[in-house]
């Protein structure tokens, strides 16, 4: 999987830290048309997955069941994911309806989505029910609320979101924090360059992550999807990396002066 190089910096820095057992969410944004007639555009990705991991569906047709339409209602809503190795969570993810436009809409493989990922590519994230279809806004501006989180944990958000088509679209990801802190990165999705040589003019080789996010007072984390260029922006899928906070220093200083100290009166 490639990543930008600031994501892979801080990569470094944060697993000198970071435990192994990191919970890690899947969401598959898109579609659930697959029995239309004349070509469907997504599909549930089913769990466990081809690597034994387990999936969250945010399908349009969960809240808008007309094949036809591709509107998201702008205040949908999935709640209670399960991480990928199928524990439960508190965890949800709220669109937001922010400037009362039509900011949420889903399609999929008719309209560029990616069919065969090459996991040589994007890893374990080359699910094709997972790649094939996606959210979108021709908005300057879609924005959710990653929800019930743990206040106490830092989170990473990696995207990966594809079109293939001829013009040059990006799509920006970004996040305030509880410190304030302004995180985004830029994906390319569409248009020359956006691929490998298997598919020039879609995204089918990167994924951008915005790291060590602090939730804020209510336990949540807003993402802007902002529409960079090419006058539309995408989110297929959205994996959610749950850093747990690593043991209290102090604590560890506590017990080695106590066992100075113990050592040093046994010579008394
Ligand atoms: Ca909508
Ligand atoms: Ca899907
Ligand atoms: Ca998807
Ligand atoms: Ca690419």
Redesign the pocket.
């Known amino acids: 999987m490639?990543t930008t190089a600031f994501s892979l910096l801080l990569l470094a820095v944060l697993g000198s830290s970071t435990p192994a057992d990191a919970a890690r969410y899947l969401i598959d944004f898109g579609r659930d048309d697959v029995n239309t007639a004349g070509g469907s555009q997504g599909a549930i990705t089913p769990s466990p997955d081809v690597n034994g991991h387990y999936w969250n569906n945010f399908n349009k047709e969960d809240f808008n069941a007309n094949t036809g339409s591709l509107d998201v209602p702008d205040t949908a809503a999935i709640s209670g994911l399960v991480d990928d190795a199928n524990v439960a969570s508190g965890i949800g993810i709220q669109l937001l309806d922010s400037t009362g436009n039509n900011e949420w809409e889903a399609n999929g493989a008719v309209n560029g989505g990616l069919l065969g990922p090459d996991s040589g590519l994007l890893g374990d994230l080359a699910i094709e029910t997972a790649t094939r279809d996606y959210f979108f806004t021709t908005q300057a501006s879609a924005s959710f609320v990653v929800n019930g989180l743990n206040p106490l944990s830092t989170y990473d958000l990696e995207f990966f979101a594809?079109r293939d088509t001829g013009s040059t679209r990006e799509t920006q990801y970004r996040a305030t924090d509880a410190n304030g802190s302004v995180l985004s990165a830029i994906?390319?999705t569409s248009g020359s360059?956006?691929?490998?040589a298997a598919h020039p003019n879609g995204?089918?080789?990167?994924t951008v992550a915005i790291m060590g996010l602090v939730p804020d007072g209510s336990n949540s984390i807003t993402v802007d999807m902002l529409t960079v260029s090419g006058g539309f922006s995408y989110v297929g899928i959205l994996q959610i990396t749950e850093n747990p906070v690593p043991e209290p220093a102090t604590g560890l200083l506590l017990t080695l002066g106590g066992v100075v100290f113990a050592a040093m009166r046994r010579r008394v």
């Open positions: 490639k594809t994906l390319q360059g956006a691929g490998s995204n089918d080789d990167d």
